[in-house]
């Protein structure tokens, strides 16, 4: 833990212009380089989680999310490969979900606004796998079910983060970003599941020629270190 007030500043700033100048590196590379540079965004987000850890329900719900967010982005990133990866990452995507949650609902006041965010979350998931199964029928699979709970989880706890925002404003910008981040990726994903006409926005979106997820996934995940970084034990 960075004490000297001096120096914490001075990482954080460090920080910032590091993952802006890999932002843009991440932009303008391709191959393996390019998931090299990704996953450095994310090592160097879990590192200052790290360096600022504190030992209280917040860290310690955030450190486990970010970690899990890390095994995810490995997976992703292209410098392995196996078969059912994508099924592997989105079941680390959704502890992430899972521990943003616990720590959402950690924050929560009384007890009836607890109870209140399980049934609506319980009810929302149990919804929209329905949909999904109904929908999807024979081209349902593993993947689209994980993805369908991963989705719906972080949809809600955007919406308590943003009811919580005063108390964490640049977590619940960042999981935004990370919002519009996976919406980005579950655009690409639709058309193995949903015809998709060409000329429509999503088809507008997944022929974008630039790296649309990590425009939104690199501040994404900075804002949620840095806010993790800023918070007092």
Not at 45 to 52: G, Y
Not at 83 to 100: C, D, G, R
Not at 168 to 178: E, K, S, T, V
Request: include cysteine; proline fraction near 2%.
């Amino acid at each position: 833990m960075i004490k000297n007030k001096t120096l914490k500043t001075f990482y954080l700033v460090a920080f910032l212009i590091i993952q802006a100048v890999l932002g843009y590196f991440v932009q303008t590379t391709s191959g393996k380089l390019c998931s090299s540079i990704s996953l450095s965004i994310i090592i160097l987000s879990l590192l200052t989680i790290i360096i600022f850890y504190k030992r209280d329900t917040l860290h310690f719900l955030t450190l486990i999310a970010y970690i899990n967010t890390l095994c995810a982005d490995f997976f992703l990133c292209g410098l392995v490969d196996f078969e059912n990866i994508k099924v592997v990452a989105m079941v680390f995507f959704s502890i992430t979900q899972i521990f943003y949650f616990l720590r959402l609902y950690s924050n929560h006041l009384y007890t009836s606004e607890k109870r209140i965010h399980l049934i609506v979350r319980i009810l929302l998931t149990v919804i929209v796998l329905t949909v999904t199964f109904i929908v999807l029928g024979k081209n349902n699979n593993l993947l689209a079910v994980i993805s369908m709970f991963y989705f719906t989880n972080l949809f809600i706890n955007l919406i308590y983060a943003f009811i919580q925002i005063k108390r964490a404003p640049l977590f619940a910008i960042g999981l935004l970003l990370f919002a519009f981040c996976d919406t980005v990726i579950g655009f690409s994903f639709l058309p193995s599941f949903l015809s998709v006409p060409k000329g429509s926005f999503i088809d507008i979106v997944n022929n974008v020629d630039i790296n649309l997820a990590w425009l939104f996934y690199t501040p994404s995940q900075t804002l949620i270190a840095f806010d993790s970084a800023i918070k007092k034990g």
